[in-house]
């Protein structure tokens, strides 16, 4: 027992491993593709940003090796710990923090940075774990629920000020996880409901989604008039009142939209919503990108073959954009190829996840699968024009230590605690 | 078990999504196949080829290239400079150049543009030592056309910068190229142009230029084009328009063993150099303005007059052909021919002899009675005129009249040969009679031809039958003639037919009685026939078609000559001095020659111009 304790890689899972491997020599592949420098004759070149990524993917290796060594159960004992030092960090950064490119994502070290909120993920899902794991813990009570939350909006605030919304975007994940654990269904539901009155308010304006939702709820309250008398009788100041909340919602929308946001946010949705036809100023990026993905075609150009890409046509074609070169250089057989490995991944974590008998584990799993899932799709539906433009890495793909070691960081936590569940915890 | 499963299904909803997405981006959309040229991060440059050389039948170059040089400013890149100096150089004003580097800068400051277009050779010289002073302007050499031989311009047409007409019609075409818009510019464009070759450069998001693209696999080179040797013999042509001096009209020439047009020439006419260099659009839009004289129609090709009395040949031809008339039936002539019982019911004649005369005086002394008859005769073998009519028509087209020849000229006109819908038309009851046509006899009337087709039915009467299309491209390097212009085209009148009436065109000339006996040359047996046209613009025009020599003919030729009052006055004498020129080389005519070289209908058209 103990000599197999000892063995760090006993009970590990290697298709996870293996995918991690295959999705970090992928992405390593597509960014030495837009970084290469055509006449440098040596393999490696470590001042090139390819040659740096082989660096911050070599480093992860001890990294690896230094979380399978620690003790799976020191997790869930200092998970709180863990997070509350993750938002000291995040905190740190309003005064030490260095500004590169308008946010203050980031501590420089002298020649390398670390973006705490890379990790800050990885603390926000192993406290998760450990708040709904509690035996006391209900989620059906607003109390507890009021908890979660709290945990979820201090991180996510955190980062929304620095200002980098989009990684504050993906705490919005943790929805799933906590429906997993049994959080009422109509969070989920107003979500839903939320979501789709924004994007309507937004397309067709406030007036005629106001008088749109009028005219339903008309239809609704003749339903409930006529043929469920009873239920109207009991229940018509619930009915009204959800109305109303609704209509306010659409006007607070609109008011936010035009009044809150600034013309750069308001540019980015009108994009997506073909509201603005842009190609030159806000609209370039995607633009270009949408146009460099669809000029791969089925087979794509082949591996460093694609123009725009060599071309330096599409901007942060290393890290936010990095999806744009599998389109290009490897067409729509790679880039499917590519969505259905991420696909694997996700669903191997979930199936994991499931298979865990430690409720800590299960949760951190659940947190892991949707924080992943959230950060492919929103860069990803960023980068082939289906979602605004909202800056967020490419999992194992985008160029950056911090991501890499942070997404690295929160699988293989996950691994671990998933190694030790043969043992009693 | 339902909220287990809830973000498994999101995630393959959204995968199964993204998926569709890029199936649509990638492999429906056309929009961005792999064309270069649909590829805003590839550069396309063109390499464009010299334009061919034009020559005349004898190897005397009619039409070169000469390089010219514009000076193109980059305003971005222009330092102070000494601007007296510079305008000085350039022969500009301040003000000159002031306005000129703020267009140039309210185009691009990046972008060159040219400030001052085609130097002439001699201030490049001197620009040229001294242009390093001048900070973002630099000399950019092209290709311009150059016209050694000062004449024909009508034939040897002009290349403008295409609009964006043309290039909707042809993509070949990208907005600032030159193409060819008139004369054999136009109809050889494609041969004398070449093709441009392409190169693709691969550019970054900067639009730097980063290397050629796929190393050059889609890059096409420049495909040089072809010289031209044209049918004209340059000599003639000179000749011709000197002989047409202050005159108006159209001489077509045409060698009719080939079909080939040796001159071809319309008056006023102008120097085609004056279609090239900065000039350019200022003569352009002088010409083009001259309502009056239209040096910009070509009389030759697009002028369409009564043919008069040269109509007359076929007029004989058929009713020789129908059968109604023999060499030696005769008619009497009483000072004119009467067709009805009314006063006005006349048509006058000058041909003076009163008594009965057969086919070839009629032709020699152009008795209007005697043609009139005949024709009358040929439509009333027919039960109805219409039908006559038709007949008539079909002989009449059979000679390239009432058509387009369908040649290799950009311009041209159909004429106008009436059949029996044509009368129906005008007579909508077709209650008409075979006498409302009559004047079409004496090709006068509805009869319509250019100068062109007459020289054509010349050449064909010289073939005794059949004629080539009449055509303008001798010989192009490389590419064979198109052969719709070696096959000969018969008339519907046989052969047998002919002689007699040669006899009578030779007669015209030779007999001391024949309208054109005072243009006989000595030692070349000439077949001709005067014409004098009436029309409704005043003065009666003066024509004369001719060939020579009798017998294996060389050459044959229609002259217009627009209010010259009768054929032997003005054209009669151009014809045969054209005729003696070109087959010996040289004219014994002195005086008749000098009366040409200086004579001038000009207070004729300034009465018209009085009149309008």
């Given at each position: 027992m103990r000599s197999k304790k000892m063995n760090i890689f006993h009970g590990i899972d290697w298709v996870l491993v293996l995918l991690y491997l295959i999705l970090i020599f992928i992405g390593w592949l597509n960014i030495y593709s837009t970084t290469f420098i055509e006449d440098d004759t040596a393999l490696i070149n470590l001042s090139t940003e390819y040659g740096k990524q082989l660096i911050w993917i070599g480093l992860s290796f001890p990294l690896i090796i230094f979380i399978l060594l620690i003790d799976a159960k020191l997790y869930e004992k200092y998970a709180s710990i863990i997070y509350v030092v993750s938002l000291f960090f995040l905190a740190g950064l309003f005064i030490l923090g260095k500004n590169i490119n308008g946010a203050t994502s980031w501590y420089d070290f002298g020649g390398f940075s670390l973006q705490p909120s890379e990790f800050a993920k990885a603390a926000t899902a192993l406290a998760i774990a450990k708040l709904v794991s509690d035996k006391l813990f209900n989620l059906k009570k607003f109390n507890t629920q009021l908890q979660a939350f709290v945990i979820l909006f201090l991180p996510a605030v955190l980062i929304t000020l620095q200002p980098d919304p989009g990684s504050a975007l993906v705490y919005t994940a943790f929805i799933f996880v906590l429906y997993r654990e049994g959080l009422p269904v109509y969070y989920i539901t107003v979500g839903f409901i939320a979501a789709f009155l924004f994007v309507i308010t937004l397309y067709f304006g406030f007036l005629y989604t106001w008088l749109g939702s009028l005219l339903?709820?008309?239809?609704?309250?003749?339903?409930?008039?006529?043929?469920?008398?009873?239920?109207?009788?009991?229940?018509?100041i619930k009915i009204v009142g959800i109305y109303l909340v609704a209509a306010l919602f659409i006007f607070s929308v609109d008011l936010v939209f035009n009044h809150v946001f600034e013309q750069r946010h308001r540019d980015r949705f009108n994009i997506v919503l073909g509201k603005t036809a842009d190609t030159k100023n806000i609209g370039y990026n995607t633009n270009q990108a949408i146009t460099t993905i669809a000029s791969g075609g089925f087979t794509g150009k082949g591996f460093l073959d694609g123009e725009r890409t060599q071309g330096d046509f599409v901007p942060e074609n290393q890290t936010d954009y990095i999806f744009t070169i599998v389109g290009e250089e490897w067409?729509?057989?790679?880039?499917?190829?590519?969505?259905?490995?991420?696909?694997?991944?996700?669903?191997?974590?979930?199936?994991?996840?499931?298979?865990?008998?430690?409720?800590?584990?299960?949760?951190?799993?659940?947190?892991?699968?949707?924080?992943?899932?959230?950060?492919f799709t929103i860069n990803i539906g960023m980068v082939i024009g289906l979602l605004p433009t909202i800056g967020i890495p490419l999992p194992f793909f985008s160029y950056g230590g911090s991501a890499l070691w942070g997404f690295t960081v929160l699988l293989f936590i996950f691994i671990r605690l998933d190694a030790n569940r043969s043992y009693e915890w | 078990m339902k909220r287990i499963g809830l973000l498994s299904f999101i995630i393959i909803i959204t995968s199964f999504v993204f998926i569709v997405r890029l199936f649509f981006l990638q492999i429906l959309s056309n929009e961005y196949n792999q064309n270069p040229f649909n590829n805003s991060a590839v550069k396309v440059t063109y390499d464009y080829p010299e334009r061919g050389y034009i020559y005349d039948r004898n190897g005397i170059l009619m039409v070169a290239n000469q390089l010219s040089y514009d000076i193109m400013i980059i305003p971005r890149e222009v330092k102070p400079l000494d601007t007296l100096e510079f305008c000085n150089l350039l022969k500009i004003t301040k003000e000159d150049f002031l306005k000129k580097f703020e267009r140039a800068k309210r185009y691009s400051t990046r972008i060159p543009s040219t400030f001052v277009a085609q130097v002439s050779k001699s201030d490049f010289a001197a620009l040229q030592e001294k242009l390093y002073k001048f900070k973002g302007f630099y000399i950019q050499k092209r290709s311009l056309r150059e016209y050694p031989i000062k004449s024909a311009p009508n034939v040897l047409g002009y290349i403008s910068e295409v609009n964006e007409g043309m290039i909707a019609k042809n993509p070949y075409y990208q907005l600032g190229e030159l193409i060819g818009t008139a004369g054999i510019e136009k109809t050889y464009e494609e041969t004398l142009r070449g093709k441009k070759g392409i190169k693709f450069i691969q550019r970054d998001r900067f639009n730097k230029e980063i290397g050629s693209y796929k190393n050059g696999a889609y890059d096409t080179l420049p495909i040089p084009g072809h010289d031209i040797t044209l049918t004209i013999d340059s000599k003639l042509q000179q000749y011709g328009e000197a002989l047409m001096a202050n005159k108006r009209g159209g001489i077509v020439a045409i060698e009719p063993s080939t079909g080939e047009i040796l001159a071809l020439i319309s008056m006023p006419t102008y120097d085609p150099n004056l279609m090239v260099g900065r000039e350019r659009s200022a003569n352009f839009t002088k010409l083009y303005l001259d309502s009056v004289s239209r040096p910009l129609l070509d009389r030759g090709l697009q002028a369409q007059y009564p043919p008069g009395s040269p109509f007359k040949i076929i007029s004989a031809l058929t009713a020789l052909q129908e059968g109604v008339i023999t060499t030696t039936s005769t008619t009497t002539c009483h000072h004119g021919y009467r067709y009805g019982s009314g006063a006005g019911s006349i048509m006058r004649c000058h041909c003076g002899t009163g008594y009965p005369i057969d086919l070839n005086i009629a032709i020699y002394r152009s008795c209007n009675s005697y043609f009139a008859n005949a024709y009358r005769k040929v439509i009333e073998k027919y039960k109805k005129p219409y039908d006559g009519m038709n007949v008539w028509n079909k002989h009449v087209e059979s000679f390239g009249l009432?058509?387009?020849?369908?040649?290799?000229l950009s311009v041209g006109q159909k004429g106008n040969v009436p059949d029996g819908d044509y009368y129906n038309r005008v007579y909508p009851n077709g209650r008409w009679r075979s006498t409302a046509t009559i004047s079409n006899a004496i090709g006068q009337g509805e009869v319509l031809t250019t100068p062109i087709q007459l020289a054509n039915m010349t050449a064909t009467v010289a073939n005794r039958g059949f004629y080539y299309t009449p055509h303008i491209a001798k010989h192009i390097d490389g590419v064979p003639l198109d052969k719709k212009f070696t096959i000969p085209n018969y008339t519907t009148i046989d052969k047998k037919h002919f002689e007699p009436v040669i006899e009578g065109l030779f007669a015209v000339v030779e007999n001391p009685s024949g309208t054109a006996h005072w243009s006989r040359v000595p030692g070349i047996e000439i077949c001709g026939k005067t014409g004098t046209a009436e029309n409704p613009h005043g003065q009666d025009h003066s024509i004369f078609i001719a060939f020579a020599p009798k017998d294996n003919p060389k050459i044959a030729i229609a002259v217009?000559?627009?209010?010259?009052?009768?054929?032997?006055?003005?054209?009669?004498?151009?014809?045969?001095?054209?005729?003696?020129?070109?087959?010996?080389?040289?004219?014994?005519?002195?005086?008749v020659e000098e009366r040409m070289f200086t004579g001038s209908i000009q207070d004729e058209y300034d009465k018209q111009l009085l009149k309008k």
């Open positions: 339903v709820f008309a239809l609704i309250l003749m339903y409930f008039i006529f043929y469920r008398k009873k239920a109207f009788k009991n229940g018509w067409g729509f057989l790679g880039s499917t190829i590519v969505i259905v490995i991420f696909t694997f991944f996700f669903l191997r974590i979930i199936q994991i996840a499931e298979r865990q008998k430690s409720k800590f584990a299960r949760v951190y799993g659940h947190s892991i699968a949707a924080i992943f899932f959230m950060h | 009432g058509n387009y020849l369908n040649n290799d217009f000559v627009e209010n010259g009052y009768w054929g032997s006055r003005w054209a009669g004498p151009i014809a045969t001095l054209m005729i003696e020129k070109y087959l010996t080389g040289k004219t014994d005519r002195p005086l």
